[in-house]
């Protein structure tokens, strides 16, 4: 077989006159002009460039050296060369000339906004007003700062912290933006934040770790640290959001109540979600007064969501404290393994001393789980130093709502002290304790303790497991306090009773189920002084166990025609009698009870805690 050809310069080749085979590795098919055939050759070596000479990549200048500053030209690549790489980003363009003009697919992404040269025709005029809106659009919604496009390395080792900080200023000076870490580990401390940034991780895997030996009074991240901010919040840092990250501490070196992971001052808007808090040497997060002593700073509508805070070794301060907040929200978080045991607990409410002007108000605590918590005040609680009477805000609704308690080792489940003696014209507290579950506290482990509290609602928690006392009015005196709808079981009350009441006016237990208890119910005592009045209860039922209804240390005053212990089932008690020398009602043993058969002292009883907006009315139980 033969193919034609024209006339002139051709000439005919034969099958024979194709010499082919599969060309091996870094061979090329190439027409032999000596022979006249076509073969599998090597590829002819590639050229260096010189400044007259252009090799595989053109470029203008030197290769070799001599030239100041050799540019690419052209450069062919195996494929295509992503946008952020400064490449074209298209499939069948993978090359970028810039000697000429090019369009790039995909979308670019600036760490400021571009400068666009002043129009000087009605072309360019509208080509400027398309990029202007572009950017606004892109400005408005925010900018997106990948720390390792500012040199950070991730690798463990390798202090980022300057990295970091020149990426969180670039987003500051745009006005905002996304200061994103992808996945590594970030040796870092002392790096501050401002307003409308997020720093965002892609998950756990997004590690800052502060650096060890970390001196006191430093912080991995701050806002506003030291003397930063003001006393007027309308100034705050507004709109910071710290997602998706595992913040890491070093809680295996010496303990310090100085190093925090997350300082934040004179904020607003503030919403921390996502996060691993782990191994805090002080507090994993510290909402504060600022850093120097006597500041005054206030934060607010802050919202800590999903968190995890695991102090890894219990050597640690508090995984949250709240020095000044309002309108703060705790909702669905983790807390494990923290507090040590000289520091208060996990959720720590401490003003700094004689700060008339702090805010503790609007707290909502819900959905948390706690687990192998210690420290020496409660799990959840709160060291009030100023009076109602002398604060300019009042400390206001406390909700603590369906969390629950496992293991821990604190004082109590919940603490609340405020260092004053609750009377009448005390300002209440609004504080609500309902619907969480405790379980296996250890040895001295109370259900609660609260002192110079006025208006506590306590109602549907249960209580399983658990060492000592509840405890009323240590120091300080409780008014207005509803203990409503519990159940309390294998309690070993060490102290003696189930309920310490030492300084006390108006405390109601209603409807409670008592199952396990060692010890007395109610037991009247003291500390330096005692005394009491007003104590109600009705219709709660004591089962396998409870020694006496009541017994009273001699020192402890009170009025027992205040007290009144009504259709109360004390069957399960070794002695069902109550002393009617510390209760001047007597209970009925054992009932059936429902709206019809209530007597006429409980519905006495109803009437008054209803006009007192202390009790919800419900006649059917």
Known sequence: MSFGGGSGGG???????????????????????????????????????????????????????????????ATHLAAALPVNQGGTGSATQNFVDLSTTQAV????????SPIVPTPTTATQAANKSYVDTQVSSATSSGLFYNVKGYSATGDGTTDDTTAIQNAINAANTAGGGTVYFPKGTYLCN??????????????????????????????????????????????????????????????????????????????????????????????????????????????????ILGNTFDGANNNNRNAISIIDGSFVQILGNTFQNCTASNMPGAIDFEPNSGATYARIRDISIVGNSFLNVGGNCGVIGANLTV???????????????????????????????????????????????????????????????????KGARLEGNTWDGFGGSASIGYTYNCADVIFQGNTVQNGAATDGALFAIIRAQRFFFENNYLDGTVGDIFKFTIDSAGASDT????????????????????????????????????????????????????????????GAGETTALAQWRTQMAASQLLTDSTTA
């Open 11 to 73: 000439s005919l080749h034969t099958d024979t006159d194709v010499a082919l085979s599969n060309p091996t590795d870094g061979q090329m098919l190439a027409f032999n002009a000596s022979v006249q055939k076509w073969q599998n050759q090597a590829p002819p070596t590639a050229v260096d460039a010189t400044s007259s000479t252009k090799g595989v990549v053109e470029l203008t200048g030197d290769l070799g050296g001599t030239a100041a500053s050799p540019q690419v030209v």
């Open 105 to 112: 697919a995909g979308v670019k992404t600036f760490s400021s």
């Open 190 to 303: 002392g790096l501050v934040t401002y307003g409308n940034i997020t720093l965002m991780g892609s998950g756990w895997g997004s590690v800052l770790h502060q650096k060890t030996a970390a001196a006191d009074g430093t912080y991995l991240i701050s806002v506003n640290p030291g003397s930063g901010g003001s006393s007027d919040p309308t100034t705050n840092q507004k709109g910071i959001t710290i997602q998706n990250l595992q913040l890491l501490g070093n809680s295996t070196e010496t303990f310090t109540q100085y190093v925090h992971l997350v300082n934040l001052n004179a904020v607003s808007d503030v919403t921390v979600q996502g996060c691993l808090f782990k191994g805090f040497r002080g507090d994993g997060l510290y909402l504060g007064s600022g850093n120097s002593g006597g500041l005054e700073r206030h934060n607010e509508r802050v919202r």
């Open 387 to 453: 009076a109602q009477a002398s604060l300019t805000t009042k400390i206001q609704n406390i909700t603590v709502v369906g969390n629950t308690f496992n293991t821990c080792t604190s004082n109590a489940t919940f603490f609340f002290q405020h260092a004053q003696q609750a009377g009448a014209t005390t300002t209440p507290h609004n504080i609500v304790f309902a619907s969480n579950t405790a379980m296996g506290g250890s040895a001295g482990y109370r259900p609660f303790e609260m002192a110079g509290v």
């Open 535 to 594: 104590i109600w209860a009705t219709g709660n039922r004591v089962r396998n166990g409870g020694t006496n209804w009541s017994s009273k240390n001699a020192s402890h005053t009170l009025s027992a025609s205040t007290n009144k212990a009504l259709q109360n089932d004390l069957s399960g008690m070794s002695n069902t009698a109550v002393n009617t020398a510390h209760f001047a009602g007597q209970p009925i043993l054992s009932y059936s009870r429902s």
